[in-house]
C-alpha cells in the first residue's frame, strides 16, 4: 500500500519504496541521501509542505506524478535534486538546489530555481539504452545555475521559461 504522514514535520532518510502513493502532509526535513520509489505501483507523490536539509533527494514514480506545494531548500538548501521518472512534476514554490536533475518527464516550478552548481534535463538514457525525454518549465522567477565558477554546468535537452530568464553562470 501507500505511505502516509500526517505529522508537522517528517525527518526522511535511506531508500523508500511505496507499493502505491507516498503523502507527507507537513514538512519533510531530509536528515540524510534519501530515496523515495513509487515507480512500481506508478503512485502519486506528494509533499503538501517545505522540504528542506542539504542531503540529495531522489524521486522515481515512473508514469506517475509528483507533487510539491511548499518551497524547497530555502532554509537549508538541498543537495542533489534528482528526477529520475515521473509523468508530471509540479513545484508550486522557489526550489534551490546544489543540482537540479530532471532526467524524465516533465518539470514546472511556479517560483525560482536556483541550482548552485548543476542544472541537467533529459541528460541520459534509460538502463535498456533508451533516450530519455523531459521537460522543463520555470514560470515564476530567474533560473539561477551557478556561481560563475568553472565546474558550473549546465545541460538541457528542453527547457522553457517565461518571466525572467535571468542569470546562469
Known sequence: GGIISDAETTNLNGDIIASGDFNVQGDAVLTGATSIDTSGANGTSQFAGTIEGANNLTLNAGSG?????????????????IVVDVANATFAADVAVVQFDLRDGSASITGGLDASSILEVANSTSAFGNARTANLTVSGGAVIVGQGGASDIIRIGRMQGTGNPDAIG
Open 65 to 81: 506524478d509528483l507533487a510539491v506545494s511548499g518551497t524547497v531548500g530555502q532554509s537549508n538548501r538541498l543537495g542533489d535534486l
